[in-house]
């Protein structure tokens, strides 16, 4: 009997996330030099950080001996003020993908359910199976959120709803009124996680201001991360916004130290230009419809995103993947969500976008 046969049956039977293949893989693998690969895999920032945030990640260095400050507070003063809420509503995680595992450690027994919807983030049912939960995936409707049907899917066994808006891997969007209502119809003892990876992309015209609701629905959670429109997907800080009673249980799961110093002392300045986070914006709309125009122009369907990726339908998407490897561009395959024959695309800066579409020409012929 080894130990790994005794490893709970729940845990044995996960299969791990799938990230996008990172570019010193497909240097090893192709003998590409790292430099003339394009990677637009991951929804990362083509920008890199702001300045002020890498000055100030640099500066933190001097201070790496020192535990971070756990309890984060520079960086929740900043975010209680952006937001007008207490910094005792807010918890900070290693990305927001901790805050996710920190919400479902918190709220979730074993035996209890989560609501999610087919085609949403791979974290979700991970982080539900982790904890010997059981998952409750809703139909999608047009490749988003039925959020009808995840209401009606709510019963005594389930403890969490997941809404990614903007999804993730489909772009797709819930107007901010469609996510109102649905908090409305939420029994008050179900943790509802509203994560909003890529709400920083959104137009000034479909921006809505969920953060409020939280006095209203003190079962909302706000998931936001710091790793996508403001570049530090590789220092890894995300945060959660909530209610106090929420929160406070949530920071008694967390580790104590869930983001470095480095990352803290990053985040506290990226928040201070929002310049920077404005141009990331759009330069994502420019990109977007250059990659539209193209798919477009090559008679293929995608799916209308507002976040800064694209899910584009080619056929055999894992032939096609290989084919763009063997030209140096990284996208991603998302056979894993049930969309083999669909392709997610980072939208990155012009001359990157550029690549890709030749690439893709190619790899059609
Ligand atoms: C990228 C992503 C996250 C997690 O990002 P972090 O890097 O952990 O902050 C969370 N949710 C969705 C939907 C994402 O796409």
């Avoid at 901790?98 to 991970?126: K, M």
């Avoid at 921006?207 to 991360?225: E, G, K």
């Avoid at 477009?296 to 209308?304: K, T």
Wanted: aromatic share 8%.
């Amino acid at each position: 009997m080894s130990v790994a046969s005794r490893a709970p049956a729940h845990i044995r039977s996960l299969s791990p996330y799938q990230p996008g293949k990172p570019i010193a893989e497909l240097a090893r693998e192709t003998g590409i030099p790292e430099g003339d690969i394009v990677k637009l895999a991951s929804n990362e920032n083509p920008f890199g950080m702001s300045p002020k945030a890498k000055a100030a990640a640099i500066a933190a260095l001097d201070e790496g001996a020192r535990y971070p400050d756990g309890n984060a507070f520079a960086l929740k003063a900043a975010l209680a003020e952006k937001y007008g809420v207490d910094m005792n509503q807010i918890v900070v995680g290693n990305g927001s993908n901790d805050v996710l595992e920190i919400a479902t450690q918190t709220f979730l027994a074993p035996g209890d359910a989560s609501v999610f919807a087919q085609y949403s983030f791979a974290v979700y049912p991970l982080a539900t199976l982790a904890r010997g939960g059981r998952c409750v995936q809703v139909a999608a409707k047009d490749y988003g959120h039925d959020l009808d049907a995840m209401a009606t899917a709510i019963d005594d066994k389930v403890r969490i709803v997941f809404i990614a808006n903007p999804n993730n891997p489909t772009g797709t969007f819930l107007p901010g009124a469609a996510i109102e209502a649905f908090l409305a119809r939420v029994p008050a003892d179900v943790l509802v996680v509203l994560d909003e990876a890529y709400t920083e992309f959104l137009p000034a015209d479909k921006r809505y201001d969920s953060i409020a609701w939280v006095a209203r629905f003190p079962n909302l959670l706000v998931s936001r991360t710091l790793c996508k429109a403001y570049g530090l997907a590789g220092l890894r800080l995300g945060y959660g916004v909530g209610g106090a009673e929420v929160i406070d249980l949530m920071n008694r799961v967390r580790q104590p130290f869930t983001a470095s110093i480095i990352a803290q002392a990053a985040a506290v300045a990226a928040l201070q230009d929002e310049d920077f986070v404005r141009e990331v914006a759009e330069n994502n709309r420019r990109g977007m419809a250059q990659l539209t125009a193209a798919f477009a122009e090559l008679g293929l369907e995608w799916i209308p995103s507002l976040g800064n990726f694209v899910t584009v339908k080619v056929g055999d998407g894992a032939k096609v993947n290989a084919a763009l490897l063997r030209q140096g561009v990284i996208v991603r395959p998302i056979a894993a969500y049930g969309l083999p024959e669909w392709l997610r695309v980072s939208i990155g800066l012009p001359a990157e976008n550029e690549r890709f579409i030749a690439a893709l020409r190619q790899a059609l012929k």
